[in-house]
């Protein structure tokens, strides 16, 4: 009963060096999203999968890329790091992509970028 | 474009006592609504979500919310609060409307005093 599996937890990168964060869900979910949270300004959308196959920008999208490999996975990737991008990720997803059943979240990746 | 607005960073509520916290939606049509819970260091949980029908919705460990559409607003109530309520409370308004993403206010930070 893992749900959303989001890997590393926690993770150190130096400016300008690349990284992916990995998620996958176990639940058959159509739908992934990636968050980035910081303090005071809530959950911001950067990007989305409504179904495999598909990807679409969120609020924040710039800096980062991501890949719909299959039904279960969804990657963020930050091709060159930089201090700005030190924040909480979450990955979350959903049966469908018309937000009427909510999502399951990931327990988050922490991200610090010195 | 959807939007929701938190209006208390911080609440702090005495154990035993009522409990409301407030969200405030911009949507043109009738929208999806959640409230989601966050301990520190953990992911979000669902609390209760609102689609259509009674406006007084129930949610998982006695929180419920009701929808006001004269008001815009989805806030949520419990009646006794306890000290393991301590968390960070957001509300998420989504589209009726496909391939479309949920949208987080800020959250709201409740303590609980003895």
């Known amino acids: 009963n893992a749900g959303v599996t989001q890997t590393p937890k926690f993770q150190v990168l130096k400016t300008g060096q690349s990284m992916t964060l990995q998620c996958a869900q176990d639940?058959?979910?159509?739908?992934m999203y990636w968050y980035r949270q910081d303090p005071g300004m809530g959950l911001r959308l950067i990007y989305y999968?409504?179904?495999?196959?598909?990807?679409d920008k969120g609020e924040v999208p710039n800096g980062y890329n991501v890949s719909r490999l299959n039904k279960r996975e969804f990657s963020l990737r930050l091709e060159s790091a930089a201090p700005s991008q030190t924040s909480v990720y979450f990955c979350a997803s959903s049966e469908d992509a018309g937000s009427f059943y909510g999502y399951t979240f990931g327990s988050g990746t922490r991200l610090t970028v010195v | 474009a959807q939007s929701v607005t938190q209006p208390d960073i911080h609440i702090t509520v005495s154990e035993g006592a009522s409990l409301e916290l407030r969200c405030n939606y911009s949507y043109g049509a009738t929208p999806y609504l959640f409230w989601y819970v966050q301990s520190p260091g953990q992911g979000l949980q669902l609390l209760l979500k609102?689609?259509?029908?009674?406006?007084l919705v129930q949610g998982i460990k006695g929180f419920e919310a009701e929808f006001k559409r004269s008001q815009s607003s989805f806030n949520q109530m419990k009646p006794s609060v306890h000290w393991s309520d301590a968390a960070e409370y957001f509300c998420?308004?989504?589209?009726?409307?496909?391939?479309?993403?949920?949208?987080f206010g800020k959250g709201t930070t409740l303590s609980v005093s003895s």
């Open positions: 999968s409504a179904s495999e196959g598909t990807t």
């Open positions: 609102y689609f259509s029908g009674d406006t």
């Open positions: 998420a308004v989504g589209a009726n409307q496909a391939g479309t993403a949920l949208i």
């Open positions: 639940m058959n979910h159509n739908s």
